[in-house]
């Protein structure tokens, strides 16, 4: 099972206080890859947001991650510090579910960049 999660904030942040935000969200990663039953997450940088992607044995691992004191931590500060807050949290069963979005995206880009045609 795959969950992504993206996190943003409407406030502008300062150099030092984005690095700050990284380094706390970077903890979130090292928690949430503590936790029996998250085979790994991952942190990537969205436009304005920060996406956390993570792959899990289930909602079983999912509550116990939500439950886990350093990632509640980690989230509560990105929160109440930098003003992140939960945008989207989408869940996948399987990877193949996620393709259709890929797909679309690569032909939109693909369209994009063709030269328009002359008639």
Not at 7 to 33: C, D, H, I, Y
Not at 39 to 51: E, F, S
Not at 78 to 85: N, R, S, T, V
């Amino acid at each position: 099972m795959l969950r992504i999660l993206r996190f943003s904030t409407n406030r502008s942040l300062s150099p030092p206080e984005t690095m700050k935000a990284l380094e706390a969200a970077q903890a979130g990663v090292k928690a949430a890859e503590s936790v029996p039953g998250i085979r790994w997450c991952k942190l990537h940088l969205g436009a304005g947001a920060l996406v956390f992607a993570a792959e899990f044995d289930g909602y079983a691992a999912a509550d116990r991650a939500l439950a886990d004191p350093g990632i509640q931590a980690t989230f509560g500060r990105l929160g109440i510090e930098f003003g992140y807050a939960v945008n989207s949290d989408e869940f996948f069963l399987d990877p193949e579910q996620i393709y259709p979005f890929l797909r679309t995206g690569a032909e939109a880009q693909t369209v994009a960049t063709q030269p328009a045609s002359r008639n």
